[in-house]
């Protein structure tokens, strides 16, 4: 069997409002990806998942939800980037089979709390049984970045050499 090199995450270290680059192995066609926040055991947040077929007794969708990025356009990915205020996904509890429908509402967001996330890459991820194929670790503290002992903060205009204000857009 074919076995996937193994994820890169970085930084390794992230503060809020720092962007996660998460370089992927090729290929990873029909893979989940996912994170797993501080605490969690078996839990995780999907970010990409197989949606299952239109179940051929019950004529319906199987999983209600549908993945924050399309199983499609993941499998084409090479490096994916998530903004750490910005990145969502759905709480899954247990792998995908046929007698777990996958319902949730709006995606939540990931990184909330101070501590190791852990980074999944696999055909088949949640629960006891999950089929890990690449994951990496990253810590993140939930709070900005301190550069210089201050807390950074946006850039502000300064006066033009003729004394005007640039105007902002």
């Known amino acids: 069997m074919w076995t996937p090199p193994p994820l890169v995450c970085r930084p390794t270290v992230l503060y809020r409002g720092d962007t996660l680059t998460v370089d992927l192995p090729m290929p990873h066609d029909g893979y989940e990806l996912g994170i ?17 077929p239109v179940d051929e007794l ?3 969708s199987v999983d209600k939800i549908q993945p924050v ?25 247990g792998p995908p ?53 201050a807390t950074s903060s946006p850039a502000r205009a300064r006066p033009s050499p003729e004394g005007h204000q640039p105007q902002r857009q």
């Open 36 to 52: 797993v926040p501080p605490g969690e055991l078996q839990d995780l947040m999907l970010l990409t998942f197989k949606t299952r």
């Open 58 to 60: 019950l004529h319906r």
């Open 69 to 93: 990025i399309a199983a499609d356009t993941f499998a084409r990915m090479k490096r994916l980037r998530l903004v750490t205020t910005q990145a969502g996904g759905f709480w899954i509890s």
């Open 97 to 149: 089979n046929p007698c777990h429908t996958r319902v949730a509402g709006v995606a939540e967001p990931i990184f909330t709390k101070s501590g190791d996330y852990r980074v999944q890459l696999g055909p088949a991820l949640g629960g006891e049984n999950d089929d890990v194929s690449g994951e990496c670790l990253i810590k993140y503290v939930d709070h900005a970045r301190r550069l210089g002992g």
